[in-house]
């Protein structure tokens, strides 16, 4: 089983030593990177002027972490690609990939918050979920097509490339069939650099509703889940086992291609893995589920009319929080109900103390992950 680290960068209140937190952020990457973790995933958000999402690039997050380990692999989620120019996502994913020398994990999003769509991208405006679907979708398309290593074009809905018309005429780039067609313009394009990985990075959407685990099984695209309990998450597990079966041709394993999202802390006591953790948990959830609402937490056929959120109510569905013994059996359960082969601990809460943030992955990675080896001691 692989263990990853889900670090959304938040700092309510630190807004103005943004430097201490990053400094922070580097030392638990370089923590993981010694201590086996498979990967290290960072967010997209922007104009977060509440201090809860900090980094509205991921790709610059990744290319400083990948100077400072070796072995760690480096993911985005999200990036949300429905805010980019496509072509320049490309280029720089292929650099970050070079850069890092094949480490690098794509992660996708469509985008969620208003405020951001429509100051970077308005046709990407989530109120119009078929268009900003459409627009994900050729966007994915289009960084297919640039990581190809070949001349390219492309005609859709919202992109053309090469935007027509261009002549060219150059000594040092003599025009050629594969980029300049018979009236002198540019017809095709290229990314350079290529990425290092090949064909191209691995890709993972952030998916949740039957749509798009069915859209990202068929694409051939990894998927992430997060908030669901267990009895929630095992049909969609199984959704996206059986369709990705039916794209491929090849019976797949229950957990193939998925990653979970966990919120983690660990501390030598139940009740102190309470004090520690629970406002910093409940920040988050009190800013995302003001957007989501509760309904994500349902067990199955379970009617949460009227109930609020709270500490308790996320206990006893989706948190691995207390001691090592107890986190371990939690995770336990999850390799036996779901097969989850890759776990992703989100611990860096907006506004939890980073003393403690790092002796809960201390304890994690000493305690807990052992149990998880393949031939443990």
């Known amino acids: ?46 104009f977060g002027h509440e201090g809860f999402e900090l980094v509205p690039n991921p790709l610059m997050v990744g290319a400083d972490i990948a100077a400072r380990t070796s072995r760690i692999r480096i993911g985005q989620a999200a990036n949300i690609v429905t805010f980019w120019n496509p072509m320049r996502l490309a280029e720089d994913i292929a650099m970050l990939d070079q850069l890092s020398r094949g480490r690098v994990e794509v992660g996708v999003g469509r ?4 405020r951001e769509a429509m100051n ?6 989530p109120r119009d979920q078929e268009q900003n679907r459409e627009l994900f979708e050729e966007t ?12 390219f074009s492309h005609n859709g809905r919202f992109h053309q490339y090469p935007a027509p018309g261009v002549s060219w005429d150059h000594p040092l780039s003599p025009a050629s069939p594969e980029f300049v067609g018979d009236d002198g313009t540019i017809s095709a394009m290229k990314v350079v650099p290529n990425t290092f990985q090949d064909p191209h990075p691995p890709l993972s959407q952030v998916i949740d509703s039957p749509r798009s685990i069915q859209s990202a099984a068929r694409a051939g695209m990894n998927g992430m889940f997060w908030m669901p309990p267990v009895s929630e998450l095992k049909g969609r597990f199984e959704l ?24 983690v802390y660990v501390a030598d ?18 800013w995302v589920c003001h957007w989501r609402g509760l309904g994500n937490m349902r067990e199955v056929g379970e009617d949460i009319t009227g109930r609020e959120l709270d500490y308790d109510f996320l206990a006893e569905r989706n948190l691995l929080v207390g001691t090592p013994d107890y986190v371990a059996e939690k995770v336990h359960e999850l390799q036996q109900e779901l097969n989850l082969q890759d776990l992703l601990l989100w611990t860096t809460h907006p ?11 201390e304890l994690f990675t000493e305690k807990v992950m052992p149990q998880f080896a393949e031939n443990p001691a």
């Open 1 to 46: 089983m692989r263990f990853s680290i889900f670090h959304n960068i938040g700092a309510p209140g630190r807004l103005g030593d943004v430097a201490t937190v990053l400094d922070e952020v580097r030392e638990i990457a370089t923590f993981a990177d010694n201590a086996g973790y498979h990967s290290i995933w960072y967010t997209e958000h922007h």
């Open 140 to 151: 994915i398309d289009i960084l297919r097509k640039a990581w190809s290593g070949d001349f």
């Open 269 to 286: 006591t139940m009740e102190q893995a309470r004090a520690d953790f629970e406002e910093a948990l409940l920040t988050s959830y009190r």
């Open 120 to 125: 970077l991208n308005p046709l990407a405006d």
């Open 240 to 263: 996206y086992r059986d369709t990705l079966s039916e794209a491929t041709g090849v019976e797949q394993e229950l957990g193939t291609g998925l990653s979970l999202v966990r919120d």
């Open 351 to 361: 506004g939890m103390d980073h003393g403690k943030v790092m002796r809960s992955f």
């Open 111 to 114: 985008g969620l918050y208003g």
